[in-house]
């Protein structure tokens, strides 16, 4: 009998260790993803509601920082640097805070994401980026505090907040321009010298077309030729000895060597010295 009462009471105790209610978050959370032009932006953040609350002025009180949500930080991220009010900010993650005042708001981008609400100690040398801007008052109330993207461009956005019957927005832009630029400039000019590089090396290593190998590597040789890299001559001197080429082999070779002399790579020299042996050049 007492082993089963101990029975009955592991058994409770595993229930109870195991059970869990679920119930719905008072602040849910949401993450948005959208492109703007070409960079992909990420939001991630609580959602409180009015419930009755006087917000603006009240729960959230004016000329202090807010965290812009619930729980932990609101963070946005970028795949790109882009431009906010004139400052850039690099590619990564900022969380959001917000100094309301009734007729402006200052949204604040601050490097540290790793804080549960406010920073405990605020650190001006944080804040990436900061701009001030206007609040409109809406005709009608929204109950869950929303945070969006508004008129989208190939080259900006808004981020825009609103609760209550107040909206704010603060715009970013991205660097579209430039992007497509490149890539219009990569296309129309065919592949870059490190295209070719990588497929000679991949060609070698895989023991493939080494004819195509060896056209690919003197093409990226000759795109250097102004600013020589010791790295594409050793390549290229190990994918002529591998056509057979011990005469090419051996003067891309002493260019790698002397490159690498020039730059203090001990790693390089050695290779290109055993290289140079082995071809009967030293």
Excluded at 109 to 116: E, G, L, R, V
Excluded at 145 to 171: C, P, Q
Excluded at 246 to 275: R, T, V
Aim: glycine fraction near 6%.
């Amino acid at each position: 009998m007492k082993k089963l009462v101990l029975f009955a009471f592991a058994l409770s105790l595993m229930f109870t260790a195991n059970a869990q209610i679920k119930t719905p978050q008072p602040s849910p959370f949401t993450k948005i993803e959208q492109q703007v032009g070409l960079t992909d932006v990420t939001l991630e953040y609580s959602r409180p509601s009015m419930k009755g609350r006087t917000i603006f002025g009240d729960l959230v009180p004016y000329g202090k920082v807010w965290r812009a949500g619930a729980n932990k930080n609101t963070i946005v991220t970028f795949s790109d640097d882009v431009s906010v009010d004139g400052t850039t900010l690099k590619a990564g993650s900022y969380a959001i805070f917000i100094i309301p005042n009734k007729e402006s708001w200052d949204v604040i981008f601050y490097s540290d994401t790793n804080n549960w609400g406010t920073p405990a100690k605020w650190d001006e040398s944080k804040i990436a980026a900061k701009a001030s801007v206007k609040v409109y008052e809406m005709p009608m109330k929204v109950e869950t505090w929303t945070i969006g993207f508004d008129d989208l461009t190939n080259s900006s956005a808004n981020i825009g907040f609103v609760w209550e019957n107040t909206y704010a927005a603060v715009t970013f832009k991205v660097p579209t321009e430039q992007k497509v630029s490149a890539s219009i400039k990569k296309v129309m000019y065919g592949p870059s010298a490190d295209d070719y590089f990588a497929a000679a090396v991949y060609n070698l290593s895989e023991g493939k077309d080494l004819k195509q190998a060896m056209s690919w590597i003197d093409k990226a040789v000759e795109m250097t030729k102004d600013e020589p890299r010791f790295w594409f001559l050793r390549q290229q001197s190990l994918i002529h000895a591998a056509n057979g080429d011990k005469k090419g082999a051996i003067a891309a070779a002493k260019k790698s060597l002397e490159g690498a002399k020039a730059q203090g790579n001990e790693d390089y020299i050695k290779m290109n010295q055993d290289s140079l042996k082995e071809w009967g050049a030293m």
